[in-house]
């Protein structure tokens, strides 16, 4: 009674923190993208709901969201010792059910003419991610030749740039990569690989960058890809060289990680990337 009379004295402040917000900035240009926080802070209860915005169209469709919710639902469930997250969305905004979904937030129903856009109260589904749904953070290691089983299975499973001979590269191709041409990393997500990457020092060429289909956009790719570079340029100033297959995800990523298209490879396109370009970025 005595706790009940004090938040009645207070406010309603006593139990609910209205906002915790971020705003991403894009690294060109320095300017802020869009928001993404919590609102709804019950502390008490240790739960909160979380929303996010991305300003324009141009930076939609390009895994910004997944990045940026990757580091705001850590700090949530870290930071701020949430439990349980929550999400409302629009019943037509298929892209924000998407991502919600490659998070682990499960459907849990329908809140009826819940939300009013443009004179319209509209339905929002409600979903929810518990602490102990979320991924763990994205570990990086380096590749051993026992996860080579691994690696080939991400390898036929990925849809773009797929293998449709599995013969065209072996497990022999994997063994001297790692040990005789250069060295590899593993991406792992609740202590399962979701992608890998590795590097021909001696062909000065990224032969394999990875990731497992269900854990595309969750930044295992960028992860890999940077945890690799670093390390190459550290061994050698020499320019390293990759190909991918033009319009693809691939393509866009290289891009806008700096990398300079030069030519064709066969049929993919190739890229190079300088040790100036890499560190300056």
Same mark, same amino acid.
């Given at each position: 009674m005595k706790k009940q009379k004090s938040?009645?004295?207070?406010?309603?402040?006593?139990?609910?923190?209205?906002?915790?917000?971020?705003?991403?900035?894009?690294?060109?240009?320095?300017?802020v993208i869009g928001w993404c926080g919590y609102h709804t802070w019950y502390t008490e209860h240790n739960r909160a709901e979380i929303g996010y915005y991305l300003n324009a169209e141009e930076h939609k469709r390009k895994g910004y969201m997944s990045e940026i919710l990757q580091a705001v639902l850590t700090y949530g469930f870290n930071q701020m010792n949430l439990h349980r997250v929550e999400a409302l969305t629009a019943t037509y905004n298929t892209a924000s059910?998407?991502? $919600?979904?490659?998070?682990g937030f499960k459907y849990e129903g329908l809140l009826r003419e819940h939300y009013l856009v443009d004179g319209i109260h509209e339905?929002?589904?409600?979903?929810?991610? $518990?602490?102990?749904?979320?991924p763990r953070t994205i570990q990086v290691r380096e590749a051993t030749l026992q996860d080579i089983d691994a690696m080939s299975v991400i390898r036929l499973s990925v849809k773009e740039n797929p293998l449709n001979n599995p013969d065209l590269v072996t497990r022999r191709d994997y063994e001297d990569y790692l040990t005789s041409y250069g060295k590899g990393w593993v991406a792992e997500v609740d202590g399962k690989i979701a992608g890998f990457a590795i590097v021909g020092l001696q062909q000065k060429n990224i032969w394999a960058l990875f990731v497992d289909p269900s854990h595309e956009k969750a930044g295992v790719g960028r992860k890999?890809?940077?945890? $690799?570079?670093?390390?190459?340029?550290?061994?050698?100033?020499e320019d390293v060289w990759l190909s991918t297959d033009p319009q693809t995800r691939a393509a866009k990523f290289y891009r806008r990680k700096g990398w300079r298209e030069s030519g064709m490879h066969g049929n993919e396109l190739k890229f190079i990337m300088s040790a100036l370009d890499w560190r300056t970025r």
């Amino acid at each position: 009674m005595k706790k009940q009379k004090s938040r009645q004295a207070c406010g309603l402040i006593t139990f609910n923190k209205s906002f915790v917000n971020f705003y991403p900035v894009d690294k060109s240009s320095g300017k802020v993208i869009g928001w993404c926080g919590y609102h709804t802070w019950y502390t008490e209860h240790n739960r909160a709901e979380i929303g996010y915005y991305l300003n324009a169209e141009e930076h939609k469709r390009k895994g910004y969201m997944s990045e940026i919710l990757q580091a705001v639902l850590t700090y949530g469930f870290n930071q701020m010792n949430l439990h349980r997250v929550e999400a409302l969305t629009a019943t037509y905004n298929t892209a924000s059910i998407k991502t $919600l979904e490659k998070f682990g937030f499960k459907y849990e129903g329908l809140l009826r003419e819940h939300y009013l856009v443009d004179g319209i109260h509209e339905d929002s589904p409600i979903y929810s991610l $518990l602490r102990h749904e979320f991924p763990r953070t994205i570990q990086v290691r380096e590749a051993t030749l026992q996860d080579i089983d691994a690696m080939s299975v991400i390898r036929l499973s990925v849809k773009e740039n797929p293998l449709n001979n599995p013969d065209l590269v072996t497990r022999r191709d994997y063994e001297d990569y790692l040990t005789s041409y250069g060295k590899g990393w593993v991406a792992e997500v609740d202590g399962k690989i979701a992608g890998f990457a590795i590097v021909g020092l001696q062909q000065k060429n990224i032969w394999a960058l990875f990731v497992d289909p269900s854990h595309e956009k969750a930044g295992v790719g960028r992860k890999l890809h940077d945890t $690799l570079m670093d390390w190459y340029f550290t061994q050698t100033d020499e320019d390293v060289w990759l190909s991918t297959d033009p319009q693809t995800r691939a393509a866009k990523f290289y891009r806008r990680k700096g990398w300079r298209e030069s030519g064709m490879h066969g049929n993919e396109l190739k890229f190079i990337m300088s040790a100036l370009d890499w560190r300056t970025r």
